[in-house]
């Protein structure tokens, strides 16, 4: 097979696609999701679950994802499409490159609302607003952003602006330069503020423990669960990103080291993350809030308060805006891809429309904090923001990964997939066995039990 011609392009540099898909899985997942359910379900212990999630299923799913992108060279639709066919079964299979899209585009509806908020606390510390303000200043601060619909608004359209314009420079110009300039600025990003929260706060071995301490007491199933659901987010799982990175992957890149080396930044970097986020919360004797407020009231108020914490603050948000731009270009790209092989559409067109789309779904979520925040917009109790998250994160995503992996080690034909992946025979025996057993049946139990509890 005439592997690598494709009409979308191949990434300029082997490396490319795990500084790609780096930036795609480091993002609001690890920054903000991660500390905090670490937090609650017993640190280290629970750290050691996810590890193990991410360890055997994380890995081969990112493995099975890449593989699948790399052998159709399309989007995720058309690659599943065309690999159906040469697998003989049915072509329904296409059906999963579309859930994987469209979960994708949902999420990036909302995930550019949140990432709005960065981007308003990087200015609001940048310019010194919430200077020597409380906790609870801080918080009425926040409060007041999320029940303006015109600032929400205008934050939000900046963030699928920034992320409409790198996508419609293309995989090269676009993917490729913007990844390889925000990669290295968060690790530098990063060591500045770990340095910072180890000498600017004398709580750094309090926060580390905090992160850290083995307490098995809390270690329920919820917590295994909350371990592999995450584990799936916060590699871009299950929505195609991975896979359309693939697609611009070359041939003698190896898939198994990329996505190793792809699951340990990524881990590195949320664990880092928590190490700079605790200590300093704790330092300044602010209140740990749960939910959103941890990043958004108790770190702003915390840094506020600290001698250079103007500065530090706005590195941390920029720090997120970056993570968050660089997995919002994965999240809307196998749409363009789709549409720019589909239609011949041109890049500029086909991000155009698709970010109007997704902005304008966003609105949805603009509004659940404010005008729509009443029971007489809600959905089984649910705002917009909560519904689609629950859809996306709980049903959509689950299921596509459910399906990505019997796909990529039932539907495909053995010595194809043997080839493609290019391991020895009892790495690539382990993979398979991971993929047709194991992880179906973990992914299901996930699915299934999460969908109980929200039924019930
Ligand atoms: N992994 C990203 C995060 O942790 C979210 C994401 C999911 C991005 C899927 C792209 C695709 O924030």
Known sequence: MADQQTV?????????????????????????????????????????????????????????????????????????WKLARESDVGRRWSLLGWMG????????????????????????????????????????????????????????????????????????????????????????????????????????GRGCSFLFSLDFSQLTWEAVLAAMGQSFFALSLGMGAIMVYGAYMPNDASIVSAAITVTILNSVIALVVGMVIFPVVFANGVELSVGPRLLFVSLPAAFSQMPGGQIFGALFFMLVSLAALSSSISLIEPMVAW??????????????????????????????????????????????????????????????????????????????????LNLSLVRFNLWRALCRVIIPVCVFVMFAVSLYKALA
């Open 8 to 80: 979308l392009g191949v990434w300029a540099g082997r490396s490319t696609f795990i500084l790609a898909a780096t930036g795609s899985a480091v993002g609001l997942g690890n920054i903000w999701k991660f500390p905090l359910i670490t937090a609650e379900y017993g640190g280290g212990a629970f750290i050691l679950v996810y590890l193990t999630c991410i360890a055997l299923i994380g890995i081969p799913v990112m493995m099975a994802e890449t593989v699948l992108g790399r052998r159709g060279r399309h989007s995720p639709m058309a690659s599943i």
């Open 101 to 204: 899209a469209l979960t994708g585009f949902l999420i990036l509806s909302f995930y550019s609302v949140i990432a709005g908020w960065a981007l308003a606390f990087t200015w609001n510390l940048g310019v010194g607003d919430l200077r020597g303000l409380t906790g609870e200043q801080v918080g009425a601060h926040f409060d007041a952003l999320v029940a303006d619909p015109v600032r929400l608004t205008g934050w939000h359209t900046l963030f699928m602006v920034l992320t409409a314009l790198v996508i419609a420079r293309g995989i090269h110009k676009g993917l490729e330069s913007s990844v390889r300039v925000i990669i290295p600025l968060l690790f530098v990003l990063l060591i500045a503020l770990l340095g910072y929260s180890m000498i600017a706060t004398d709580q750094f």
């Open 339 to 420: 549409a720019t092989e589909r239609f011949s559409m041109s890049r500029i067109v086909a991000a155009t429309i698709f970010s109007v789309l997704v902005w304008l779904i966003g609105m949805g979520t603009v509004f659940s904090f404010n005008l729509w925040s009443g029971e007489e917009y809600q959905f089984y109790g649910m705002t917009v923001f909560e519904l689609l998250d629950f859809v996306t994160a709980k049903i959509m995503l689950p299921l596509s990964g459910l399906l990505t992996v019997i796909f990529a080690g039932w539907m495909m034909k053995r010595p194809v997939i043997y080839k493609a």
